[in-house]
């Protein structure tokens, strides 16, 4: 499952630094104060039992009337960005606001700053139909109207046959060792040592792995849904049955495990949207807590926060840039003005210390000395 590179960085120049010699302003970000169980969507960190679609339609409910055209249509990114929990997940093309997020909070513990190729992103912004919490249904299903996105799968393989290879190890992982699925295994071993030995992916094997694949996916009586894949390609067609095989039979705990991720650029729904140069992956979950696995391509970590932070501030990133609302600029000012009071404090401490030891000259010098403290 892991296929991250890892780095570990105690300043902005450092950063900088890491990002040239990585390369990483070809991918997008994500920054984490500290190193949590997985790097997950907010509607999957406590379990999997909240019902995204109910709770966006209620708030909906009750803002709905007072939005413009263009929020209402970008509503699941509106709620996401006034927190409620979705099963988008906040990536940025900044990699610096991704570091300020990494720095801001835990201040105790290390920053984690996660990085993902842009070779890795299906762009289903110009589908705004189904950024819904009900995609993986109409994947499942094949909808005449998920053919675009079948499509963005098809180009995202030709790219590179390690994808194709991280594709079909991600399945054999998923659908576990039960008995019936030893021909599936079989199948998948088959067209994996192929690419492995020629550098290739041999359009035999993976029809022999789709007709495998036919002829043992499970069956839900009357929940079999009739699937149309005529259109779907190879690829496509595999992911699709692979949908249908996470949904029924997997090992318990097993995570959707794809090298590509459908992203979601929303429109400038609020002014924090252009500030974070935010970017959405739209984590793909389907019922009984199984959703897809966000698995980074670099990770860096991040440690002497507070230092890296007050030289953002230099650079104008800060909570006021990137929040930009009332509540996020008082409290900017806040911290500001009490860290300018805090300092004083401790000049002043010191100087009357100083001062203490020459008793006699004592109110003479802090008469002279009061205006610049």
Known sequence: MKRQQERRVESLLDYIQV???????ECISRGENARYPQICAAAFRRNGSLDIQAMVDEFQSYIGNSLTEMQNRHFLAFSQHYGLPTNLLDFSYSPLISLYFACSGNEEKEGYV????????????RNLDLVKP???????????????????????????????AEFLEGIDRMIGR?????????????????IRTEGVCSMDDLEFLIKILDRNRPFAGELEPEIKTKYLGAFGHIFCRVLSYAFLIRDKD????????????????????????????????????????????????????????????????????????????????????LK???????????IQKMAGEFPIRKGIWYQQHKKEV
């Open 19 to 25: 990002m040239k010699e990585e390369r990483l302003e």
């Open 114 to 125: 996660y990085f993902l190729s842009k070779e890795r992103l299906i762009d289903i912004t």
């Open 134 to 164: 009900g995609l993986f249904s109409q994947l499942l299903l094949a909808a005449p109207k998920t053919e675009a996105l079948y499509d963005g799968i098809t180009k995202f393989f030709c790219q590179d046959e390690r994808y194709v």
């Open 178 to 194: 039960l008995p019936r699925n030893e021909r599936v295994h079989r199948a998948l071993r088959q067209a994996l040592r192929t």
């Open 254 to 337: 097993a995570k959707l495990e794809f090298p590509f991720y459908f992203t979601y650029e929303p429109a400038n729904i609020t002014a924090r949207v252009s500030n974070q140069s935010s970017i959405l992956i739209y984590q793909l979950y389907g019922i009984d807590n199984l959703r897809q696995a966000i698995i980074p391509d670099f990770e860096v970590t991040i440690a002497n926060k507070e230092e890296i932070l007050s030289d953002l501030d230099h650079l104008g990133i800060n909570e006021k840039f990137i929040f930009n609302d009332y509540d996020h600029i008082a409290s900017y000012i806040k911290r500001k003005h």
């Open 340 to 350: 300018t009071a805090d300092e004083t404090e401790e000049k002043w401490t010191k």
